[in-house]
């Protein structure tokens, strides 16, 4: 009885998915979109396309309020949740299941309460731009930051799909750096990958040297891989050249090229 339950409301989910990515979108919404994500502008027309209707799913499914006196908007609805569909692309997807509510802040904002700090050292508080936790639910976002990010789609760094790569982490029910994937075979591959890549940028840190990857991400595995998405989308030739075994991981994982829409940034020649 349950499963048959189970059954009926994917059915009926699915089928109001449906609609609602075939709905016209408005040409306010896109007009923000265009003005406000430079990437967008570079997708092919059918993914600008995908994207919009991902985007209208996304909008009607996640409740987004505006926190310390700020007044949401349709652009910072329409700004956040272009980039957060932009990783949904050419992707069976669930619309980040475990995500229900994203709150938005002016700018930078304090968290309260105990947090471990590493070496035994604890705080009471932390600044913060962003921040999302498998048990919570919900994702937190400064909106000067994720609109910055929006705008510099080349500098390597985007609060928006860092935050959103560590919710594709969580569906499969841990917070390890891996996403779920379909077979033992890919799960291999990319534990191999990423263990490889991950302890280089650690051995990096400790040695002082530069990175194209955010030293960031030599945290715990969770945050290298929000940190090689960021880089993924943002520095994809620079990282096809550098390290072209992981960017193949994450082509096949997100099944885009971001290195074929993108101009080639500076240096990456080089």
């Known amino acids: 009885m349950h499963a048959s339950l189970y059954m009926i409301f994917d059915f ?120 999302t936790a498998q048990r919570l639910g919900a994702l937190v976002l400064a909106w000067d930051a994720a609109r910055h990010g929006a705008e510099e789609p080349d500098d390597g760094r985007n609060l928006v799909l860092h935050e959103f790569a560590h919710q594709l982490d969580f569906e499969d029910s841990t917070t390890n750096g891996t996403p779920a994937l379909e077979t033992r075979a890919e799960y291999l591959a990319w534990g191999r990958v990423m263990n490889d890549e991950f302890q280089a940028l650690q051995a990096a840190e400790e040695g002082g040297s530069s990175t194209l990857i955010d030293q960031y991400g030599a945290t715990n595995p969770a945050e290298f891989f929000a940190v090689v998405t960021e880089a993924f989308f943002e520095r994809p030739h620079s990282l096809r050249r550098r390290h072209p075994e992981l960017y193949t991981s994450l082509a096949s994982f997100y099944r885009q090229d971001p290195a074929s829409f993108t101009p080639i940034e500076r240096g990456s020649a080089s």
């Open 12 to 131: 009926l989910s699915n089928r109001k998915r449906d609609v609602l990515r075939a709905e016209p979108v408005p040409s306010a919404w896109r007009t923000i979109v265009e003005r406000n994500l430079p990437v967008f502008r570079r997708l092919p027309a059918e993914d600008q396309a995908e994207l919009l209707g991902h985007v209208q799913v996304f909008l009607a499914e996640k409740h987004i309020e505006g926190a310390g006196g700020l007044v949401l908007t349709d652009e910072i609805r329409l700004t956040i949740a272009a980039q957060a569909c932009l990783l949904l692309l050419h992707r069976e997807t669930d619309y980040y299941p475990r995500l229900r509510s994203i709150i938005v802040y002016p700018s930078g904002y304090t968290a309260h309460g105990e947090q471990h700090m590493g070496d035994g050292l604890w705080t009471e508080s932390e600044d913060l731009l962003g921040h």
